[in-house]
């Protein structure tokens, strides 16, 4: 789904109550103000947003405002979701967990809906938001908190692959088939990671080589169980002569525990298996069940948990597309 959203649509008078209203449709409950007073009969803004699986894409363009979401609006509406914003033109500021970091053309920073922050910009600018579920990333990364309001430089390294890749995305966008649009959406997250990674806060010890060897033993054996509904950790050591007090310290430097890792696989392999055109025809929950779940109403409030949506509503994008 794309859809093109723009303050011209309404009487300058009425523009950024409109726009207010705008950006909490996209994004989360927020607050906005301008930056100068009289500024609101002035006000300018369009968001482009399309929706890949598990996540969202848009391009906001305005004017000169500042942003806030408050213990009010979390109060109000809870949702879990985080946040990076791109820039592309012009310069912005990003708060957040007593931090700020200061955007220029190709940085970004990330944010987390469920605390407050302030988006903050002088003049007008162009970003590049991506919104994916707030579980998406906590499974790939410890420690979240430490890595908001970061600046994470789109000039080198895994900033500047992710900087190329949302730029080639913005062109192919309307393209893309489904399954494409997963593996491009799990691509953007990866590329993400690895660039909230090189940020001082996320560093951590390395792993000795055989800690190392135990742990791609450890997920290998679950890929090879997955379909098990009776794969648990204790059964996965036994298969591996393992013991299960070993795997839980092999796990100690991941973002999730053996239990939740196994979990996070199996819905990552349902996701895939509703977009796959050659499952079409399969039911649901005969999907979630040749993946290891045995209970279908458990399976669906895990996977809306996951990636924001019901695992229908994620089918119905192979559909729609």
């Not at 968001?47 to 806030?68: C, N, W």
């Not at 839980?248 to 979990?263: G, M």
């Not at 977009?275 to 649901?284: D, K």
Request: proline share 4%; aromatic share 6%.
């Amino acid at each position: 789904m794309n859809q093109l959203l723009s303050t011209d649509a309404v009487a300058r008078d009425q523009r950024l109550a409109y726009w207010t209203d705008m950006i909490c449709n996209v994004y989360v409950q927020l607050g906005c103000d301008p930056v100068r007073a009289g500024d609101t009969g002035d006000f300018e803004g369009s968001i482009r947003q399309h929706t890949l699986p598990g996540l969202d894409v848009s391009v906001v363009t305005s004017g000169a405002q500042k942003v806030m979401r408050t213990p009010g609006h979390i109060a109000h509406s809870g949702d879990d979701y985080f946040l990076v914003s791109i820039q592309a033109r012009g310069h912005g500021v990003v708060r957040q967990d007593g931090r700020d970091a200061v955007l220029q053309a190709g940085d970004f920073a990330l944010y987390d809906s469920t605390r407050p922050y302030q988006l903050l910009f002088d003049d007008a600018f162009e970003q590049i938001v991506l919104k994916l579920p707030g579980e998406r990333l906590r499974s790939e990364l410890r420690d979240t908190e430490v890595l908001t309001a970061t600046t994470v430089s789109g000039r080198e390294g895994a900033g500047h692959l992710l900087l190329g890749m949302i730029r080639t995305l913005r062109e192919d966008i309307d393209t893309l088939q489904p399954a494409s649009a997963l593996a491009v959406a799990n691509g953007v997250q990866n590329i993400l990671v690895a660039g909230l990674q090189t940020l001082p806060a996320a560093r951590a010890p390395a792993l000795s080589h055989l800690t190392a060897y135990h742990l791609a033993r450890v997920k290998r054996g679950i890929d090879e169980q997955l379909a098990d509904p009776s794969l648990s950790v204790g059964t996965l050591a036994t298969a591996l002569g393992m013991s299960v007090s070993h795997i839980h310290r092999v796990f100690k430097s991941e973002p999730l525990t053996p239990s939740q890792y196994i979990w996070e696989r199996r819905l990552e392999a349902c996701s895939r298996d509703l977009l796959a055109p050659q499952l079409a025809g399969r039911p649901v929950a005969d999907i979630a069940y040749s993946r290891g779940f045995n209970d279908a109403a458990h399976f669906s409030r895990a996977f809306r948990e996951r990636f924001g949506c019901s695992p229908r509503e994620w089918r119905r994008q192979r559909v729609e597309q």
